[in-house]
């Protein structure tokens, strides 16, 4: 997720100098403007962030990758709902990379393009717990909705 998925509460000091403390995570509400999202986007412009609470996780113990080529944006859509609803929250990383984009990387790297695809996924499934069998079932589950 990104870092505004991780900020539970925060604690800013206005431009006037009055503190504004929402340190404890804040109740689901989805009235008016989240006020986290607009002082973590304002980059310091609307006042300075001198607090948070933020969500942890744990360190992964197990990590699988992918590299999936694929003719179009809406093969990479329904492959990350498929792994989505299939692995959850162990799918942690979902990078689409357009076959242009990736030629100008490998020119720059002098790496070898992994697929001769049009567009690119790079994934990453981790899990808290060790499994070592992590990466057999996402190379399974890929072949089985007919990636190679």
């Known amino acids: ?3 505004r998925d991780l900020v539970l509460g925060l604690e800013v000091v206005l431009p006037n100098g009055e503190l504004v403390s929402h340190l404890q995570p804040l109740h689901k509400n989805t009235t ?3 006020l986290r999202h607009l002082f973590i ?3 310091g412009t609307l006042g300075i962030i001198t607090a948070a609470t933020l969500k942890l996780f ?3 113990q197990t990590i699988a990758t992918a590299w ?3 003719d179009d944006i809406e093969s990479a859509v329904q492959l990350l709902t498929a792994v989505q609803g299939h692995f959850a929250e162990r799918l942690t990383s979902f990078e689409l990379i357009s076959r242009y984009a990736l030629a100008l990387s ?3 790297s002098h790496l070898k393009q992994p697929t001769d695809a049009n567009w690119h996924v790079l ?3 981790t899990d808290s717990v060790p499994d070592a ?3 057999e079932k996402l190379a399974e589950f890929l072949y089985q909705n007919g990636q190679e």
């Open 68 to 70: 999936v080529g694929l």
């Open 123 to 125: 994934l990453e499934l």
């Open 133 to 135: 069998a992590l990466d």
């Open 1 to 3: 997720g990104s870092m």
């Open 106 to 108: 490998s020119e720059f």
């Open 58 to 60: 744990a360190r992964p």
């Open 41 to 43: 986007g304002s980059e």
């Open 32 to 34: 008016g403007y989240d």
